[in-house]
């Protein structure tokens, strides 16, 4: 089982950035495996953000946030990061990273999906003010 934290999450306004961090064993980050970010407003189901395939680093992004979001990985600090620019007010929700529990890259094909993943952090809250 892969243990996860997030942190960096806050309360910022419009247009402004936040980078969100998730400490990881180092399972995901050796053994070529996705690991994903993923958000939940209130009321709303869980929805897939951003995703990064350790082995090659390649990434993939919601349409919502292309443009303004970035993931991205150090593989030494065994860490996730979500840098978050441009924030909009939709963008407030609970974040939490994701990392699935096996290698390989059959993963990519649903790396912004739910049922991808096996592993989760308890997430940290991202407000955005207009």
């Known amino acids: 089982q892969v243990q996860m934290v997030e942190s960096g999450g806050g309360s910022v306004q419009a247009g402004g950035s936040l980078r969100l961090s998730c400490a990881a064993s180092?399972?995901?980050?050796?053994?070529?495996?996705?690991m994903g970010w993923f958000r939940q407003a209130p009321g709303k189901e869980r929805e897939g953000v951003a995703g990064?395939?350790?082995?090659?680093?390649?990434?993939y992004y919601a349409d919502s946030v292309k443009g303004r979001f970035t993931v991205s990985k150090d593989n030494a600090k065994n860490t996730l990061y979500l840098e978050m620019n441009n924030l909009k007010p939709e963008d407030t929700a609970m974040y939490y990273c994701?990392?699935?529990?096996?290698?390989?890259?059959?993963?990519?094909?649903?790396?912004?999906?739910?049922?991808?993943?096996?592993?989760w952090g308890p997430g940290t809250q991202v407000t955005v003010s207009s």
């Open positions: 994701a990392a699935t529990s096996t290698g390989g890259n059959w993963c990519v094909p649903g790396i912004l999906q739910l049922r991808t993943f096996a592993n």
């Open positions: 990064i395939y350790t082995g090659s680093g390649s990434t």
């Open positions: 180092a399972y995901p980050f050796y053994m070529h495996s996705c």
